[in-house]
């Protein structure tokens, strides 16, 4: 109505016509003032609402830019308290080109060519309930200008929490060794924990198995030339690769361990959703199993 009315006004003001009304009659028969005929209308509340709901999507979509639809409605809708249905997602994020980030992953070789005792998988028969039932454990490398650095992770299998992790320009027993020192400090051992990894030198050398067997702790290993076995753990690496290596660049090996770093125990552990524990980050499912446990 303002708007036929602003046109109105516009079209008397560039001509004589007599039959046109004058602002100042309009004004009369409208009940408004001058100053209320020509300001601009106030946006809709559904406009800026949409508005709102886009800048919270977008803003999700950036913060973690290789989150695809599904994690971002989860973020926006339980998390941020904003009802968004998929199809609005996904609508936003091609108009506003903020489409994942994803790159190919290196392929990580173990060596298992060694004379070292392998054990039999147990993992493959446990059904967990809790976390401290089962540790994965798996190594990869991460690429630097010049050479290349090591990475050495344990996981909950339950919670997917990364429990234990050494990164150094060395790759031997010293730094799986590191990793699961590390784990047993922050989760303690009960008598019933697997730890479970493939066959390669770092877990089959006496100086691992023999800290595992100290501990209490059953030794699982994957079954030759199976690389679903350990398909959690590896999971894992991929996700650490696509989620944080690929997307930097590494001066040395200092700086890797503190970009990694932040990524698993801030990034990793307490924020990133995973579709597995009901869109929750790790900590946030132990947590909330916490919680469960004592009411």
Known sequence: MVKLIRTETKVHEQSQTPHRLSVARMC????????????????RASAVADKEMREAIKTVALEIPVYGYRRVVAEVSRRRARRVNHKRVRRVMREENLVCRRRKRFRVTTDSRHGFQVYPNLARQMKLTHI???WVADITYVRLPKGFCYLAAILDAFSRRVIGWSLESYLDAELSIAALRMAVARRGVNTALVHHSDRGVQYACTAYTDLLKEHGIGISMSR????????????????????????????????????????????????????????????????????????
């Open 224 to 295: 030759t030339g199976n690389p679903y076995d350990n398909a959690q753990a590896e999971r894992f690496m991929r996700t650490l690769k696509e989620e944080e290596v690929y997307l930097s660049d590494y001066d040395d090996v200092r700086e890797a361990r503190h970009s990694i770093g932040h990524f698993l125990e801030d990034v990793y552990n307490h924020k990133r959703l995973h579709s597995a524990l009901g869109y929750l980050p790790p900590a946030e499912f132990e947590k909330s199993l916490h919680l469960t446990t004592n009411a």
């Open 28 to 43: 009369r028969v409208l009940g408004v003032t001058r100053a209320d005929l020509y300001r601009q209308p106030e946006p």
């Open 132 to 134: 401290n039932q089962l």
